[in-house]
């Protein structure tokens, strides 16, 4: 539930596959608690949270002991839930963010338009396919989860790079700060920030 000008919001989700709850909010500091099981999507996440000043909570179990997809898919849905409850109407947000990252020798491109839109553009170089025991094919799966359940229409691209680590680590935290600047209050903004006065319906 959006609590209101603290634009925060909890996020349940139990299955036969994870059970999961997540904590968020905007307005923050980079504060991290989390524990997914899967050691690299959690440096991942922190990366992401730090950068963008979120504070966020997330003890997640999954079936892990089959592989992270489960596990890394639903803590995307639910990531993009909570964005969107914290956010409630999208009233007075810049509601557009972009960050060009570096990280060593890859760059990183995001651009968020948070529009309740849903739509992933993600364009990265090919990478190996593990870092450490983490599945970099979930990558794709955890941002189009997001994109989808936080309305976001998002683009993420990363033209070059040589280390896989460094071409993730360059994505993430370009999303946290783009999703940062999007999701920020602008004082210019009076209300919704669309020429048709809505983003929910």
């Known amino acids: 539930m959006n609590s209101g000008p603290q634009r ?10 994870t059970d999961i709850e997540l904590d968020l909010r905007l307005d923050g500091s980079g504060k991290t608690d989390i524990t997914t099981g899967v050691p690299f999507f959690d440096h991942m996440l922190t990366l992401f949270t730090v950068h963008g000043f ?3 909570t997330i003890k997640a179990v999954g079936d892990i002991e089959i592989d992270g997809h489960h596990t890394v898919e639903d803590i995307g849905i639910c990531l993009g839930q909570a964005f969107k409850e914290a956010l409630g109407d999208f ?34 170089m090919p990478l190996d396919q593990k870092v450490g025991t983490f599945d970099t094919a979930l990558a794709l799966e955890f941002f189009r989860a997001l994109s989808l359940h936080g309305g976001m229409t998002l683009h993420i691209e990363v033209p070059y790079g040589e280390n896989t680590h ?10 946290g700060r783009t999703l940062s600047q999007a999701s920020a209050i602008n004082s210019r903004v009076k209300g919704i920030l669309s020429s048709k006065g809505s983003l929910v319906d």
């Open 8 to 17: 925060a919001s909890r996020i349940l989700r139990k299955t036969q596959e």
């Open 166 to 175: 460094h071409v993730l680590e360059a994505a993430f935290k370009a999303l």
């Open 54 to 56: 979120f504070d966020l």
């Open 91 to 124: 009233s007075s947000i810049n509601r557009y963010g972009h960050c060009s990252l570096p990280m060593d020798e890859a760059l990183a491109r995001v651009t968020v338009d948070l529009s309740n839109r849903p739509y992933l553009h993600y364009d990265i």
